[in-house]
Nanobody
C-alpha cells in the first residue's frame, strides 16, 4: 500500500513560481513510475510531468520549459518546480505513483494563478 501527501499549493501571480512536494510511504518506491497530474473542475485529469524509476522524464507540451520534475528516492519524495506560471495553470495538482499495476493518488493540492 502506497500513501501520498502533497504540499506546496497556494496562490501566485502570473509569471511567478511555486514548488510542489509529494511525500510517499510504502515499499519499493525507488523503482516506481511517478507523475504529477492536474485537474480543472469539469475536465479530465491531465498528466503534467512524469519521471520513471531510472530518471526518464517527460513533460506535457503546455508546461515544457516552465516546469521541472524531480525525485529524491532517499526521502521518498517527488517535486514539481513551476516557473513563469500562467492563469491556465490554475488547477488541483495530484501526485501519482504507478506500481505493480496499481495507480495511487494523493489528495491533491490547489494551485491558483492570478492574472
Amino acid at each position: 500500500q502506497v500513501q501520498l501527501v502533497e504540499f506546496g499549493g497556494g496562490c501566485v501571480q502570473s509569471g511567478g513560481s511555486l514548488k510542489l512536494s509529494c511525500v510517499a510511504s510504502g515499499e519499493g518506491l525507488s523503482t516506481a513510475f511517478m507523475a504529477w497530474y492536474r485537474q480543472v473542475p469539469g475536465k479530465e485529469r491531465d498528466m503534467v510531468a512524469s519521471i520513471s524509476g531510472i530518471g526518464t522524464i517527460n513533460y506535457a507540451y503546455f508546461v515544457e520549459g516552465r516546469f521541472t520534475i524531480s525525485r529524491d528516492d532517499a526521502k521518498n519524495a517527488m517535486y514539481l518546480q513551476m516557473t513563469n506560471m500562467k492563469p491556465d495553470d490554475t488547477a488541483v495538482y495530484y501526485c501519482n505513483v504507478y506500481q505493480l499495476g496499481i495507480d495511487y493518488w494523493g489528495q491533491g493540492t490547489l494551485v491558483t494563478v492570478s492574472s
